[in-house]
T-cell receptor, first 113, second 112 residues
Framework: DTEVTQTPKHLVMGMTNKKSLKCEQH?????MYWYKQKAKKPPELMFV???????INESVPSRFSPECPNSSLLNLHLHALQPEDSALYLC????????????FGPGTRLTVT | QKEVEQNSGPLSVPEGAIASLNCTYS??????FFWYRQYSGKSPELIMF????GDKEDGRFTAQLNKASQYVSLLIRDSQPSDSATYLC????????????FGKGTKLSVKP
């Protein structure tokens, strides 16, 4: 089973709202990732968690705040977003960070109005 | 700047033909290579990974890796209209934890 789940599937939020994206995996993976994907572009890495600790932050603005409550869950807290932050937000997981296959969830389609 | 290059396409092949997708990469330290299929509006789906030089086959898919030439390819035999999608080549950054470097993707269209 290589399933990563994400909620919600779609999210529309205003620029003053606070919302959270959730991701869950039950494959025993110890690395989890957040990516952002704009239309007709490849995914861009935002954050990497390894053994529940943040190991990579790709210079993401502070209006995006990741959280890893346990080894199965990953959250992305959103606050004061801009319309240009509208994108598909993808969660992925892998056994470890060094070279293992990454499996993506279905994504959350975010629209900022 | 580490790069992964793919022909953006579209690559159009008739049903039943072999589709050949190619990818080159710049980081000689890379050891792990992945092919993802992405349908329009959906998330990327891992279809093949390869770590050693040579060929790796899985059903209708064959991945080929040549580290000396820094080249990785994906062959799809007996192409079906359902194979029509964007195929993303991804290469693990040899010097960074977890970082996949993606190509821009090749759009494949299989005509019935």
């Amino acid at each position: 089973d290589t399933e990563v789940t994400q909620t919600p599937k779609h999210l529309v939020m205003g620029m003053t709202n606070k919302k959270s994206l959730k991701c869950e995996q039950h494959m025993g993976h110890r690395a989890m990732y957040w990516y952002k994907q704009k239309a007709k572009k490849p995914p861009e890495l935002m954050f990497v968690y390894s053994y529940e600790k943040l190991s990579i932050n790709e210079s993401v603005p502070s209006r995006f705040s990741p959280e890893c409550p346990n080894s199965s869950l990953l959250n992305l807290h959103l606050h004061a977003l801009q319309p240009e932050d509208s994108a598909l937000y993808l969660c992925a997981s892998s056994q470890g960070v060094w070279g293992n296959e990454q499996y993506f969830g279905p994504g959350t389609r975010l629209t900022v109005t | 700047q580490k790069e992964v290059e793919q022909n953006s396409g579209p690559l159009s092949v008739p049903e039943g033909a072999i589709a050949s997708l190619n990818c080159t990469y710049s980081d000689r330290g890379s050891q792990s290579f992945f092919w993802y299929r992405q349908y329009s509006g959906k998330s990327p789906e891992l279809i093949m990974f390869i770590y050693s030089n040579g060929d790796k086959e899985d059903g209708r898919f064959t991945a080929q890796l040549n580290k000396a030439s820094q080249y990785v390819s994906l062959l799809i035999r007996d192409s079906q209209p359902s194979d029509s999608a964007t195929y993303l080549c991804a290469v693990k950054d040899g010097g960074s934890q977890g970082n996949l470097i993606f190509g821009k993707g090749t759009k494949l269209s299989v005509k019935p």
